[in-house]
């Protein structure tokens, strides 16, 4: 245990030290904040704050004019008063609510150059509905001008997810990408550490001390800590973010953090990197340089970052047969039931066989790395060819006697 500890240690410091590794943990942080700095930007800056006008020919809002509060609604008596307003600046535009408004005739929206702001105009039709339903108990005017609201919910877990919840959405869109760029990260520290030292020569002095599988797990442990300091510095300043956006702006305010989603990132998160871990070694004992690897695992990286491909098919059908099949999926089961977690209710035993196919993979990933690893070692300058490959998977002889003319 001491040795893959030291080897961690030296893993994780080397990574650490990197200036992609602080490039990329400290440029997340400030692209997310970046974000979240134009969201409130745009929910409290309206760009126009004078009145929108109207002029009402039907007589329906006099009795509301109460409702329109902010932003402000003038009323005109007629038209060309209105238009007055509007030539000398003093409105943003005005409505026209014609005399056969309740007949079918529609409203007419008058303006110079830009249309008038989108709240001053929600505010004008809040206007009007309020006085079509004058006459109905608050209770039912408030439903109707709310509209319908759905809160879809589990019989299988009890989650609930609310269908005007736009939160609910980005939150899972950003911990798929988080886990993306700190996973893939650390898959090609992880290729580049084995493809060196195996170019450098110094793994036949560790191999002198160091069993396959106690140098891979110590160097899977340190990349392990590099990805959980990424996650953790990311997820602190998202929080941080959200909390500072919620009292700038009533946009994030209420927000909670989605505790069940987070269970599922970290519980995800370990087969995931394992997997991950595994390929990336075994594909470092393969290949003969780090060049060809990076080419190699770029090929292979496709196949757990499929779901951005086909984030607008899993978006609009999110229980459909190609979004249950990608949750099954060990390389894209995460992923996709990141993306699904916002738009619907993942069904319990979906999550269940993914994971538990996700956790099979990874141990058989991690078990032909270290058998990989043990075989190509010590084939400085060389690819293994498949029959190779094989005879170290089933353990034949051949394999070490491979090795040995490898070596020699």
Known sequence: MIKQWQVAKHEYVKAVRRRSFILTTLGFPLLFAAIIGFSVLLATNSGDDRP??????????????????????????????ARAALDAGNVQGYY????????GQQPRLVYLTEPPADDAKQAFSRLVRAAL????????????????????????????????????FLVPLFAGMFYVFAVLTSAGYMLQAVTTEKENRTVEVMATSLSPLQLITGKAAGLFGVAMTQLTIWGTAAVVALAIAGVATDLFRGFQIPWSLMAVVVIYFVPSFALVAGIMIALGGVVADSQQGQQIAGIVNLFFVMPFFLFAAILARPD??????????????????????????????????????????????VWVAARVFRIGMLSYGQRLDWRTVRAALSGRNNAGSKTSEVAS
């Open 52 to 81: 929108l006008g109207y002029v009402d020919e039907t007589g329906l809002l006099v009795a509301s004019q109460s409702a329109a509060d902010s932003p402000p609604l003038q009323p005109f008596d007629n038209e060309t008063a």
């Open 96 to 103: 026209v609510l014609p005399a056969g408004y309740l007949t």
């Open 133 to 168: 339903l004058a006459d109905v108990s608050p209770e039912v005017s408030n439903r109707l001008q709310n509209g319908l609201s759905v809160t879809m919910q589990s019989a299988d877990d009890g989650r609930e997810l609310g269908s005007d919840d736009f939160l609910s």
């Open 320 to 365: 459909s047969p190609l979004a249950v099949a990608m949750t099954l999926f060990p390389t894209t089961a995460f992923l996709t039931v990141a993306m699904r977690w916002g738009v619907t209710i993942v069904p319990a035993w979906q999550m269940a066989v993914g994971l538990v196919g996700l956790v099979i993979c990874a141990v058989i990933a």
